[in-house]
């Protein structure tokens, strides 16, 4: 099983601080994904990175896939209440598992 | 379109008995998966079907557990017997591929069960 770690677990912060999550894992993957999960649903597909070194931009979130594909980050840029929500990494390209997710408020 | 469809949304029984859980995946997606989550372990994976079929169920807690999916557009997940320990949120996934494969993966919103 390839474990996801992500830290932090918890991360409180003000409308408009900029903030990053991460995702890292001893193993190689073919490719990653971020989904965002809010209360009482299921989580929701943000991006995949697939090629090391990769960045993608969704409006104020950027994703970087490290270059030797164990690890990604994510970045947000003057954070809204909005993005609050569970953030997840998942693995592809084997026994594909979830990271435990960094849980992010965003206090108005 | 529609999206994954759990039901039902809400389950609340007494330890003991036994847990149907059902999911419609996305029509024409080819994978299903069932996953569990609690704060304290996260979201885990418990099985996973291609076209139908079983591929991986070493997530599959123990015996009390089991999956089936009769056809393309139906699972269950069922418990028995339940136990309190089997309080989480349940979720079926669906997909175009498999875990090995870059496709996203589409959730349903999930049902929350509480075992007394």
């Known amino acids: 099983t390839q474990l996801l770690e992500q830290s932090p677990q918890f991360l409180s912060i003000q409308e408009g601080e900029n903030l990053t999550v991460y995702c890292n894992s001893s193993?190689?993957?073919?490719?990653l994904q971020w989904y965002r999960q809010e209360p009482g649903e299921g989580p929701v597909l943000l991006v995949t990175?697939?090629?090391?070194?990769e960045v993608k931009k969704l409006k104020r979130l950027t994703f970087q896939f490290g270059d030797a594909r164990k690890d990604s980050s994510l970045h947000i840029t003057a954070a809204q209440p909005g993005d609050t929500g569970l953030y997840l990494c998942?693995?592809?390209?084997?026994?594909?598992?979830f990271g435990a997710g960094t849980r992010l408020t965003v206090k108005p | 379109d529609a999206g994954v469809i759990q039901s039902p949304r809400h389950e609340v029984t007494e330890m003991g008995q036994e847990v149907t859980l059902r999911c419609k995946p996305i029509?024409?997606?080819?994978?299903l998966f069932w996953y569990r989550q609690t704060m304290m372990r996260g979201l885990e994976l418990l099985i996973y079907?291609?076209?139908?079929?079983?591929?991986?169920d070493s997530g599959m807690p123990e015996d009390r557990f089991s999956a089936k999916m009769p056809n393309a557009s139906f699972s269950t997940l069922k418990i028995q017997p339940s136990e309190p320990r089997d309080s989480a949120v349940y979720f079926c996934?669906?997909?175009?591929?498999?875990?090995?494969?870059?496709?996203?993966?589409?959730f349903g919103d999930g049902t929350r069960l509480s075992i007394l």
């Open positions: 996934a669906s997909s175009l591929a498999g875990p090995y494969s870059n496709q996203p993966q589409h």
């Open positions: 193993s190689v993957f073919s490719s």
């Open positions: 990175v697939v090629t090391g070194g």
């Open positions: 998942a693995g592809g390209g084997g026994d594909m598992r």
């Open positions: 029509s024409g997606h080819n994978s």
């Open positions: 079907f291609n076209n139908n079929v079983p591929i991986d």
